[in-house]
T-cell receptor, first 114, second 114 residues
């Protein structure tokens, strides 16, 4: 089972920031937080990952709370093309075997509206 | 840029036939995963290859499923004597290696068994 809890759906106005929350209260010290998204009929797309520090790349920012029990993915200026299902996943930095496979939950369906 | 490439993108076949699905990972990526995604469901891990190590086959649902990876690059997933419950999207992902490296997915093969 997935180790994360996310809201089922969210709406965001085009051009505004989209803030997607994720709870991972049972996260272990060696587990990373990964975010992926899946647009209809496409494979999952990697967005960002982090351990304990906040991270930023060209797609998004990841804010992880100090106790690491929750995180927020921020899309700073959402566009219609950001409409997708967003998945928050926790996983160890693995060194072989199926422990490295990703376990996707239900995710959050983000709808960006004009 | 050259991402993970999967072929065919769609495959329709009759029950009982064998099918072969192909995955071309990102050049230089040593780790390769196969997953399948049934309609409205999460990803189900199937098999994992890492370099020259023996593959982790723990996710294969039956002995009708097999996979190989030749020369550490291209991988093929073979399903023998297909059944209707095999209908799903089969996704391939690759990553630079183990540790915390994220996986990058192809767009999958949509398999329909009539």
């Amino acid at each position: 089972d997935a180790k994360t809890t996310q809201p089922t759906s969210m709406d965001c106005a085009e051009g505004r920031a989209a803030n997607l929350p994720c709870n991972h209260s049972t996260i272990s010290g060696n587990e990373y937080v990964y975010w992926y998204r899946q647009i209809h009929s496409q494979g999952p797309q990697y967005i960002i990952h982090g351990l304990k520090n906040n991270e930023t790349n060209e797609m998004a920012s990841l804010i992880i709370t100090e106790d690491r029990k929750s995180s927020t993915l921020i899309l700073p200026h959402a566009t219609l093309r950001d409409t997708a299902v967003y998945y928050c996943i926790v996983r160890v930095a693995h060194y072989g075997g199926s422990q490295g496979n990703l376990i996707f939950g239900k995710g959050t369906k983000l709808s960006v509206k004009p | 840029g050259a991402g993970v490439s999967q072929s065919p993108s769609n495959k329709v076949t009759e029950k009982g036939k064998d099918v072969e699905l192909r995955c071309d990972p990102i050049s230089g990526h040593t780790a390769l995963y196969w997953y399948r995604q049934s309609l409205g469901q999460g990803l189900e891990f199937l098999i994992y290859f890492q370099g020259n190590s023996a593959p982790d086959k723990s996710g294969l649902p039956s002995d009708r499923f097999s996979a190989e990876r030749t020369g550490g690059s291209v991988s093929t997933l073979t399903i023998q004597r297909t059944q209707q419950e095999d209908s799903a999207v089969y996704l391939c992902a690759s990553s630079p290696g183990t540790g915390r490296q994220p996986q990058h997915f192809g767009d999958g093969t949509r398999l329909s068994i009539l």
